[in-house]
């Protein structure tokens, strides 16, 4: 697998670019803003799929700019869907902050189990409520991109329009804390960590 890490938006959101060891195409998930930045980095590389993680503006600002350039799919949580095309607090949540960001309908409507393919890379959508409603990582190869359900050393807020604590507890204590010890975690903001690591620092994950 092959992962690259774009820092972007009003509000540092990590874009990840993901392909399979064999220049195939790509998956990117969460397009956070900086359009032009980030289709100067995409260049003319395939992208088949554009996967959002959850429904916030921060998280989806340049959708349509890449979508537009590369003919993809996009992709979120059937729970998260109706989100995207609102600004509103139940929606992007964009006039919280002052910004009218909106995505166009999702073409692909995921859930629990389903993978998400491009070339010889194939991602499994875990359902990971709390944050959002409708929240996902995507797991494979020994990466996990936790989006805002999983952060170093901390976890996405709850307090948002459609967010709920035990839901996302829940989401941690059956969905990621099972993952093996080695697992690559590519958050939506900040640094990476891995899950053994935040098996012993994280006050969010279960004790052994």
């Not at 803003?33 to 959850?54: F, I, K, N, P, Q």
């Not at 829940?170 to 093996?180: E, G, V």
């Amino acid at each position: 697998m092959r992962v690259e890490r774009y820092i972007l938006g009003e509000l540092q959101t990590n874009c990840w670019v993901v392909g399979d060891d064999a220049d195939g195409p790509l998956i990117v998930i969460d397009p956070a803003g900086d359009a032009d930045r980030l289709l100067d980095a995409l260049g003319d590389r395939e992208v088949s799929l554009v996967v959002l993680t959850h429904a916030h503006f921060d998280h989806l600002a340049a959708t349509d700019a890449v979508l537009d350039a590369a003919g993809a799919r996009l992709a979120v949580h059937e729970a998260d869907a109706a989100r995207i095309t609102s600004p509103a607090a139940a929606g992007t949540g964009a006039e919280l902050f002052g910004f009218s960001v909106t995505s166009r309908p999702a073409d692909l409507l995921l859930r629990d189990g389903d993978i998400v393919k491009a070339g010889d890379l194939a991602l499994e959508v875990l359902y990971t409520p709390g944050h959002t409603k409708g929240g996902i990582c995507l797991y494979g190869d020994g990466h996990l991109f936790s989006g805002d359900t999983l952060f170093a050393g901390s976890v996405g807020r709850s307090d948002f329009p459609g967010g709920d604590a035990r839901e996302l507890r829940d989401s941690i204590y059956t969905k990621l804390a099972p993952l093996p010890d080695d697992t690559r975690v590519h958050p939506g903001h900040g640094p990476d960590t891995t899950i053994g690591r935040e098996r012993q620092v994280n006050p969010f994950f279960p004790r052994a």
